[in-house]
């Protein structure tokens, strides 16, 4: 059974910082698709940063510049989140794709303005 474990959110003033962590565990195969998404209240669930089939690393429009997503090895992803704003509150959560979609149990980050 493939787990996805969130670490590193938390409350943080505005222009602060937080990394989040996700390791995944469960599989003996090397993840290709691994992404960060959000989900703040009374919105979608967004798609923030992740990395694609082809390897390329995306950004949603709102983050570009600020967070930095990065891998160390295929099962370990995190999010460096730079300059964060009271809009970047949300519940945020590590998704995998193997064959099936697995999600993390999602870790929340509050700024405060």
């Known amino acids: 059974q493939v787990q996805l474990v969130e670490s590193g959110g938390g409350l943080v003033q505005a222009g602060g910082s937080l990394r989040l962590s996700c390791a995944a565990s469960g599989t003996r195969f090397s993840i290709t698709v691994m992404d960060w998404y959000r989900q703040a209240p009374g919105k979608q669930r967004e798609l923030v940063a992740g990395?694609?089939?082809?390897?390329?690393t995306n950004y949603a429009e709102s983050v570009k510049g600020r967070f930095t997503f990065s891998r160390d090895n295929a099962n370990t992803v995190y999010l460096q989140m730079n300059s964060l704003k009271p809009e970047d509150t949300a519940v945020y959560y590590c998704h995998a794709r193997i064959g099936n979609d697995y999600w993390g149990q999602g870790t929340q980050v509050t700024v405060s303005s």
């Open positions: 990395i694609n089939r082809g390897g390329a």
